[in-house]
T-cell receptor, first 112, second 113 residues
């Protein structure tokens, strides 16, 4: 069974640009959550989607947005990038959202 | 509110036991435990639900005290492969907050030969 796939694995962007990250969940999983991981703050929750609906979101500015498609694949977008957005972005998929979650390898975003 | 994990770091010799604690200031529906090795994705260990039983498998088990809003992860007879950073993630009660996992900052566990 294929795991969670995140693309791209690495990204370098310039301040002010925007970026879109993609996450393909495990087949049959309808919940996708996104997290930002930094050395100082650990894993910070961004948002969770289930069947194309955002059910919860974390305390991030509106520059961070996401969506989920009918095949459960999800994307997150960050507009007007800032240096502080440099981080590892992880997505996790699960059956219902409060069950065992499987993480992807993450996208390492560097903003210069 | 981010749960508080303790200790922040612990060093063990192979075969020793360890306990990692996770404490929340909010009422909880669930506690999830994950282990992340350097450069890898977090891996699920177990989930404990409100009203559920203590969970465990092999030499890793966990408890969930709902009244105190605390969970503990027990690692018995540690092995070198247990090294990594352990995270607890807490899910709140109702209103969709149980779908929002709030993670602690992690506990770095190092097992030496």
């Amino acid at each position: 069974k294929a795991g969670v796939t995140q693309t791209p694995r690495y990204l370098i962007k310039t301040r002010g640009q925007q970026v879109t990250l993609s996450c393909s969940p495990i087949s049959g999983h309808r919940s996708v959550s996104w997290y930002q991981q930094t050395p100082g703050q650990g894993l910070q929750f961004l948002f969770e989607y289930f069947s194309e609906t955002q059910r919860n979101k974390g305390n991030f500015p509106g520059r961070f947005s996401g969506r989920q498609f009918s095949n459960s694949r999800s994307e997150m977008n960050v507009s007007t990038l800032e240096l502080g957005d440099s981080a590892l972005y992880l997505c996790a998929s699960s059956l219902t959202g409060n069950t065992e979650a499987f993480f992807g390898q993450g996208t390492r975003l560097t903003v210069v | 509110q981010q749960p508080v994990q303790s200790p922040q770091a612990v060093i063990l010799r192979e075969g020793e036991d360890a306990v990692i604690n996770c404490s929340s200031s909010k009422a909880l529906y669930s506690v999830h435990w994950y282990r992340q090795k350097h450069g890898e994705a977090p891996v699920f260990l177990m989930i404990l639900l409100k009203g559920g039983e203590q969970k465990g498998h092999e030499k890793i088990s966990a408890s969930f005290n709902e009244k105190k809003q605390q969970s503990s992860l027990y690692l018995t007879a540690s092995q070198l492969s247990y090294s990594g950073t352990y995270f607890c993630g807490t899910g709140g009660l109702g209103g969709g907050s149980n779908y929002k996992l709030t993670f602690g900052k992690g506990t770095l566990l190092t097992v030496n030969p």
